[in-house]
């Protein structure tokens, strides 16, 4: 009894254990990318494929030169035909099929059919492909990927200029002494580059520095950051090697102050001057009124004196005056200085009776008679 129970459970378990381990094998085998020929010519195309990529991802299809798939491309993706690439989605089990055109690569083959995530996680994988009378050299020996340490401070070197001041992106050099504590070569070390301002994440930018660094050495590495422009405030700037952060230094921007001027003197400007234009256009379109002259009878202030000192002013008789009777009206009449009118004496004496004693002769005037007095008549008596 004991015997066929256990015949049954391990036959239960030879028919279970298969699934799982499918399942596992198939997700341990990642992406992968299959070509319809692998070779071709310039101008033909080639059909990619591929499978165990992840679900509704934007994959690129590249021809690249100067790449193994164990190696991968030692060139980077300067060494593609990067305006002959391709995009493509995958569906929802991770499949895709996609015709590619067969363009020359800027290097040399060896060559591979590149397939790479544009979105989500990273992963890639490639094909050999032969492209059909294109150049064949090898590939630079190995030497190792090494290690870096920063031996001593990050500093920023540089100061800001007048065009910083007004808004122009601030530059400094990163610069620190690293060492290659491993016992491989490092050459032409790419760094990434990484402000940030506050709580904000790093926005990182490669860096690569020309040079060799053997084992056991170190040099000193200098690679230039810019922020934005208009930038200010308290920033980070992070170095990252190899993915992982080996040296930050603060860096406190200042303010550009020049931008805040200008924008205050035109604040100031700009309306003062639509103040004055506009005080201009309505001082040429109001209508001239009782109180204000207009343009053409305007006259300066010297001349309208002179002339009301020279004309007589004339004074125009009220109408419940009789003519010559209106207060003022003899003395806007009369130009010369006041005077009495009355003879200084009499011309003719008379008798108690009121009867003349004698008679009136013709008065001479002064152009006849330079002796006679103007003021003093005179006299024609009879004995």
């Not at 030692?74 to 015709?99: K, L, M, P, Q, Y």
Request: hydrophobic content about 35%.
């Amino acid at each position: 009894m004991n015997g066929r129970i256990r015949v049954a459970a391990l036959l239960l378990a030879l028919l279970l254990l298969p699934w799982p381990l499918a399942g596992t094998a198939s997700a341990a085998a990642g992406p992968a990318v299959t070509l319809s020929t692998s070779q071709a010519g310039t101008g033909d195309s080639v059909t990619v494929s591929g499978n165990n990529w992840p679900a509704r991802t934007l994959l690129m299809l590249l021809v690249c030169g100067r790449a193994t798939p164990a190696r991968g491309l030692v060139g980077g993706t300067n060494s593609c035909a990067n305006a002959d690439g391709r995009a493509v989605t995958t569906d929802a089990d991770g499949h895709f099929s996609r015709r590619l055109p067969v363009a020359e690569p800027p290097d040399p083959c060896p060559c591979v059919v590149h397939v790479a995530t544009a979105t989500g996680a990273k992963k890639q994988a490639d094909a050999v492909f032969e492209v059909a009378g294109h150049a064949i050299e090898p590939l630079p020996a190995e030497t190792g990927k090494g290690r870096l340490t920063v031996l001593t401070a990050t500093r920023l070197q540089g100061s800001s200029g007048l065009l910083t001041w007004f808004g122009a992106p601030p530059t400094r050099k990163l610069v620190l002494t690293v060492g290659n504590p491993g016992t491989a070569t490092v050459k032409d070390p790419v760094f990434q580059v990484g402000p940030a301002h506050g709580v904000f994440a790093p926005e990182w930018d490669e860096r690569q520095w020309r040079g060799t660094i053997g084992p056991g050495k170190k040099a000193r590495v200098e690679l230039p950051v810019e922020l934005s422009a208009g930038a200010h405030g308290d920033y980070t700037v992070s170095l990252k090697y190899d993915g992982k952060v080996i040296a930050d230094r603060s860096w406190d921007v200042g303010r550009p102050w020049g931008v805040t001027l200008f924008w205050f003197l035109l604040c100031l400007v700009v309306p003062a001057a639509l103040f004055r234009i506009g005080m201009a256009i309505v001082d040429r379109v109001r209508p001239p009124g009782p109180s204000r002259p207009s343009r053409a009878t305007r006259r300066p202030a010297t001349n309208i004196a002179s002339a009301s000192a020279l004309t007589p002013t004339s004074t125009s008789t009220l109408p419940w005056f009789a003519p010559g009777t209106a207060p003022g009206a003899a003395a806007a009449g009369r130009l010369s200085a006041p005077h009495d009118d009355r003879p200084t004496h009499p011309t003719h004496p008379t008798d108690p009776q009121g009867q003349t004693t004698g008679q009136t002769g013709p008065t001479t005037s002064p152009t006849t008679s330079p002796t006679t007095s103007p003021t003093t008549p005179g006299r024609k008596g009879t004995m």
